[in-house]
Nanobody, 113 residues
């Protein structure tokens, strides 16, 4: 079955860190460019980060540059998002994505006191 399954979300205080994971199955993950998106309540889905299949080219949304790091382990078919210096405005459901139309179910990240 072709699918993406995110995990690692939760409640964290401002300034804290979380690492999200996305387990891929049913397709050749090692040759797939991957992305993270997020969607906050009442807002449109927002691009967070992307990584090419080799793992040597990364791009970030302006709102997360310098705080988030995208990475991958092709041997484990897993995509990661390391999030640091978290802010309340980072609160959202985070999704991993393989272009053009494969999405995970999302994992909730809440940044609050």
């Amino acid at each position: 079955q072709v699918q993406l399954v995110e995990s690692g979300g939760g409640l964290v205080q401002p300034g804290g860190s979380l690492r999200l994971s996305c387990a891929a199955s049913g397709f050749t993950f090692s040759t797939s460019d991957m992305r993270w998106y997020r969607q906050a309540p009442g807002k449109e889905r927002e691009f967070v980060a992307s990584i090419n299949w080799l793992g040597n080219a990364r791009n970030y949304g302006d709102s997360v540059k310098g705080r988030f790091t995208i990475s991958r382990d092709n041997a484990k078919n897993t995509l990661y998002l390391q999030m640091s210096s978290l802010k309340p405005e980072d609160t959202a459901v985070y999704y991993c994505h393989r272009f053009p139309d494969l999405w995970g179910q999302g994992t909730q990240v809440t940044v609050s006191e």
